[in-house]
């Protein structure tokens, strides 16, 4: 099964996002073929369309997805696709948590915890997931 030349490749796709609401949300993609791909966004299997937001969603010239005053309904499950005559090629998904500023406990837990589930993910897509040994 081999690709054309110049299919479309992601070089850096979208990874894992918790943000506070009303804050911006920055999904990052990247993407390269011959010709350069078009990069486009789904959210939960349905395409992004930045046009309906009023401006609060902003596709910018990099390929990022920029979710501006972020709300509950941004969260979710996000793709990049590039796209050009050779073919379409979809990032791995990318979950965007939208969370409420809270004080107390719930922050402390953010504030340790959520980063440990950002280096877990990198390790996933980076395949560097450590294997068990079983002791004998």
């Known amino acids: 099964d081999l690709l054309p030349f110049g299919f479309p490749s992601i070089d850096m796709g979208p990874q894992l996002k ?9 999904m990052l993609c990247a993407a ?8 486009s966004w789904f959210k939960d299997f349905l395409p992004v369309d930045p046009s ?3 401006g609060r969603i902003k596709q910018l010239r990099s390929g990022a997805l920029q979710i501006e005053n972020s709300e509950e309904t941004d969260q979710g499950k996000y793709e990049c696709v590039a796209t050009n005559s050779q073919g379409v090629r979809y990032s791995s998904p990318a979950n965007l948590y939208v969370r409420e500023l809270r004080e107390g406990w719930c922050a402390l837990f953010f504030a340790f915890v959520t980063p440990l589930f950002q280096k877990a993910s ?3 897509t980076a ?3 450590k294997k068990r040994r079983k002791k004998k």
């Open 127 to 129: 395949g560097t997931k």
């Open 32 to 39: 390269s073929g011959i010709p350069d791909p078009e990069i």
């Open 18 to 26: 918790v943000v506070e609401r009303t804050k911006t949300a920055t």
């Open 52 to 54: 309906l937001s009023q």
């Open 122 to 124: 990198l390790n996933e």
